[in-house]
């Protein structure tokens, strides 16, 4: 009897124990689990080329940016020098990014060659580097995150291909001779005008300036009178060439399609002085690039590349609903 | 617990527990249910109070373009000014001033403008430089106003004034000539766009939840992701068609809760999304919650159970541990009293009874074994062989026809003590003195009767002189020394007879140096078979038997004997006189 009794109170004391561990353990693992949801944001920097507000490219960017941010529950910082060509900046940054230790940085190199060691550094810290809109010497990163730029040099190709023949006399103004966007566009544009090809007579180099551009397109006109299209491979070649038809009163007779779009872009074309411009999409490229990095984070694996999208527009088709939200951020209209 | 693996308690603790458990747990889904149901209906009243707020900002801003057109259309110097062809001037500085007051007023009002049939026009003031790279009667908004005399045309960038390419919401009217309802210009307002995405951008549905706003068309008005909708990066089903038609509705997909609310005057419809896994997460805190209270409601209910089940089955696993003894031949147990007046108590009721009528049984049964045996002990209890008694009463006449008074009287006496010993049935125990005492009396009188032919001797260890044995034992020996023995021996012979302990155990040892025995004899002197009345063969086959009954198997009688030497028959008995059968 004694000793049944003192079973049943081991037996007792056992239900207690037991129930006791049955609520108390999946109440700690819930909680820290709670806990680490809440710390477990992931965190990125993205290191912009050029961070200005002013700048319609670089906010939509960062207007992309933000929806993937707030969509994924992403921890973003943003950073980015003034100046596009202030790689020394961006190099600092990068430094800087690194010693914050996020899960992911995801870059616009400023430079093809010299941002390279330091896109390394980032990678040798075991951060996931996703690159954005422009490529390096080097292969480097999980993925690339920017616009096709064959594929937008070859819609500007096959766009002037519908109204060349064989006297067509076509020109090129680009933004440099190294710069991967350029020589990409260019490609695009050679298989874009396919047999028309041959008819480039010159491509000529602006180094991003539209001064510059607007002096070249002049040298070339004078040199090849027979020219009849041009073609501008960013905005500042765009701009300065378009700037320059104008001057010559050619407008209008000569064709011309230039890439990207800005203000002054999109009110020549309205004007009718650009045929057509190509423009990127650089709210998609924010948001993608997060997006992969993020991903990259998560799933370890992304795709190599990913291309954020260009759209050729025409006179006719700026005010679409599509093209609309393309070419006219909303920012402009903010008081 | 847990000594069986079937026992009742476990099973009722079982079915106990399983009963809780189901119901405990249909309780804690059924609750866990209703809460995240009513988690999604507040939301949705949630949400649509919310929308509600930003559908009466937007009705104000529409409404306020409403006064606008009101006003502008019912100015006469409008009308005026559009149909003039003279004075044209003087209208339009009215027109003008108006215009100015009434965009000064309103910030959120971008253009104000009234585009005349005739090519008068006036956008808020004549330093306006209007873009002349394009047409407005080529735009849509236009064209729509001129087909409806009356439209709102949602999200769209304005054009018509050079280098300005706003966002904005347009309200257009037609305006036209009283007289003869022509329509002689159109008269637009345009609303920031960023007055209305404003008020969508602020709306905070969580940290992942937005609004949208549709058109009556099912056109975007505002989408915090329109861009991505259009490049085909997000996707959404902006309004499901079975919604279409509802001012208020309520539908979810997998990861979002949509709540919509139609805007009166436009007919655009609001939407408000919430992330359903964020709004739930406080459904994760209350099923664990529930979860807490399930356990510990399941380990009450354990505790009870076993506690229940303890009291219920005390009374039975008595019972059994009752049973278990009288199994072992324990009848004495203690059976539980005041046992509850339920089946179990009936059951101990009854079994106690019948424990008591099995005592009774065994104890009947018992004393008739007893009776039997002392029956069977006094049938063998050996009677003075008559032979013998008619030899010594013949010797007795022969000494008194001698006149042999002292020898008459000595046997006489030593017949007389034989005899009371011998038919004294008060006792079945004497003491090994008295034994021998009465042996002696035997031996008195054979001696007499053999004259010098026996000898004997007595020999008592006085340890043994007061052990109670079984009467009448030793008596046959010494009868069936003197007549096997003694009497076919020539010359004197001795008896002797010896008491004590030997190995733990009494023995009383009879030795005799007659004859002996052949062992022929020896192997058939217990046989029953080879009886002889005369020579008393019975005598010492009895005492074997009674000895035997007495005190167990144990115990008895063993003779060895060689022809010419003599016999030895010894008597094994126990110490003490506690015999096997002692009542």
Redesign the interface.
């Known amino acids: 009897m004694i000793h049944k009794k003192s079973s049943s109170q081991k037996f007792i004391l056992l239900i207690i124990v037991l129930t006791v561990l049955a609520a108390a353990v999946p109440y700690a693992i819930f909680r820290n689990y709670q806990e680490e949801q809440a710390g477990k944001k992931v965190s990125i920097v993205f290191i912009s080329k050029r961070l200005d507000e002013n700048n319609d490219f670089w906010s939509s960017m960062v207007e992309g940016i933000n929806m993937a941010a707030s969509e994924y529950d992403i921890d973003v910082q943003l950073m980015g020098p003034e100046s596009e060509a202030d790689y020394e900046a961006q190099n600092k940054m990068i430094e800087e990014a690194i010693a914050m230790k996020p899960d992911a940085i995801a870059l616009v190199p400023s430079d093809y060659s010299i941002t390279v060691p330091y896109a390394k550094k980032i990678e040798e810290a075991g951060i996931k580097l996703v690159l954005m809109d422009s490529v390096m010497e080097e292969e480097l990163g999980l993925c690339v995150v920017a616009t096709d730029n064959v594929e937008g040099g070859k819609k500007m190709g096959e766009y002037l291909k519908q109204y060349a023949d064989s006297s067509s006399a076509i020109g090129i103004i680009a933004q440099s001779p190294t710069a991967s966007t350029a020589i990409d566009r260019e490609e695009g544009v050679r298989k874009g005008l396919g047999e028309y090809q041959s008819r480039i007579m010159e491509v000529a180099y602006c180094y991003s300036d539209a001064e510059k551009a607007y002096e070249e397109t002049i040298k070339i006109m004078e040199k090849y009178p027979q020219i009849n299209m041009i073609i501008g491979l960013n905005e500042d070649s765009a701009i300065g060439a378009a700037r320059a038809l104008k001057d010559l009163g050619l407008s209008g007779q000569t064709w011309i399609i230039g890439f990207d779009s800005s203000m002054e872009q999109v009110q020549m074309l309205e004007e009718g002085v650009f045929n057509a411009i190509v423009v990127q999409k650089p709210l998609n490229m924010g948001y993608l690039g997060i997006k992969t990095a993020y991903q990259a984070v998560m799933n370890g694996a992304v795709e190599q590349s990913i291309d954020s999208g260009s759209e050729l527009i025409t006179q006719e088709t700026i005010y679409t609903k599509e093209n609309e939200k393309l070419l006219f951020p909303f920012q402009q209209t903010q008081e | 617990?847990?000594?069986r693996k079937n026992s009742l308690r476990g099973r009722m603790i079982l079915s106990f527990l399983l009963i809780v458990a189901i119901a405990v747990v249909s309780f804690m889904i059924i609750s866990i249910n209703r809460s995240s149901r009513a988690i999604k209906e507040t939301s949705v009243d949630y949400t649509l109070q919310l929308i509600q707020m930003m559908n009466e900002n937007i009705e104000f801003y529409i409404e306020n373009m409403e006064n606008i057109s009101q006003i502008v259309i019912s100015n006469s110097d409008v009308r005026n000014y559009l149909l003039a062809e003279e004075n044209a001037k003087e209208y339009l500085t009215k027109v003008e001033e108006q215009f100015i007051t009434l965009k000064e007023t309103r910030?959120d009002i971008?253009n104000i403008g009234v585009l005349g049939v005739n090519g008068n026009y006036l956008i808020n003031d004549r330093t306006v430089a209007v873009?002349n790279?394009?047409k407005w009667e080529e735009?849509?908004w236009y064209s729509k106003t001129v087909e409806e005399q009356e439209t709102i045309y949602s999200s769209?960038?304005q054009?018509i004034v050079s280098?300005e390419?706003?966002?904005?919401v347009t309200l257009s009217k037609t305006i036209t000539n009283p007289l003869n309802n022509e329509t002689i210009g159109i008269f637009f307002v345009d609303l920031?766009?960023?007055a209305i995405?404003n008020l969508a951008e602020e709306m905070k549905l969580g940290?992942?939840g937005y609004v949208y706003i549709v058109d009556a068309a099912g056109?975007?008005v505002y989408h915090?992701?329109?861009?991505?909708i259009?490049?085909g990066?997000w996707e959404e089903e902006i309004i499901p068609a079975e919604h279409q038609d509802q001012d208020t509705a309520a539908w979810e997909t997998s990861t979002k809760l949509y709540t919509a609310m139609k805007l009166e005057v436009t007919g655009w419809r609001v939407i408000g999304v919430t992330d359903l896994d964020e709004m739930l997460s406080s459904t994760?805190e209350i099923i664990?919650m529930y979860?807490?209270l399930a356990?510990?409601l399941?380990?009450v209910a354990?505790?009870l159970a076993?506690?229940l089940t303890?009291k219920i089955t005390l009374p039975l696993?008595?019972l059994q541990?009752s049973m278990q003894e009288v199994e072992s031949g324990n009848f004495k147990v203690d059976v539980i009293e005041g046992a509850s007046r339920d089946e179990i108590g009936d059951l101990i009721g009854t079994f106690r009874m019948m424990i008591q009528e099995i005592e009774n049984l065994i104890r009947r049964n018992y004393k008739e074994q007893e009776e039997k045996r002392k029956s069977e002990l006094n049938a063998l209890q050996a009677q003075i062989n008559p032979h013998f008694l008619y030899n010594t009463l013949d010797s007795i006449i022969w000494m008194a026809e001698d006149g042999n008074t002292y020898d008459v009287v000595l046997m006489t006496s030593s017949l007389s003590k034989l005899l009371r010993k011998s038919i004294s049935n008060q006792n079945e125990l004497v003491t090994v003195s008295e034994e021998l005492e009465y042996t002696r009396s035997y031996l008195t009188i054979q001696k007499m009767r053999y004259k010098d032919k026996l000898k004997y001797s007595i020999n008592i260890e006085p340890a043994v002189a007061d052990m109670e044995i079984i009467k009448l034992i030793v008596q046959p020996l010494v009868e069936n020394a003197i007549y096997h023995g003694i009497k076919y021996k020539g010359g004197i012979g001795t008896i002797i007879i010896e008491a004590g302990y030997k190995e733990k155990g009494l023995i009383i040892r009879v030795i005799d140096d007659g004859y002996g025995m052949t062992e022929e004899q020896l192997e058939h002197i217990f046989d029953q078979k080879e009886t002889d009345e005369r020579n008393n063969g019975v005598g010492v086959r009895n005492v074997h038997q009674r000895i035997q009954l007495y005190y167990g198997e144990a115990y008895g009688l063993r003779i060895i004997s060689k022809i010419g030497q003599g016999t030895i028959a010894s008597i094994y008995l126990p110490v003490g006189s506690g015999g096997c059968n002692d009542t």
Do not use: T
């Not at chain 2, 915090?224 to 991505?228: C, E, F, H, Y």
């Open positions: 617990m847990g000594e910030k971008y873009n790279n394009i735009m849509e769209h960038v054009n280098k390419y706003p966002w904005v920031n766009y960023w995405s940290q992942k056109e975007i915090p992701k329109q861009q991505l259009y490049s990066l994760n664990m979860y807490l356990v510990i399941i380990g354990m505790l076993v506690l303890d696993r008595r541990e």
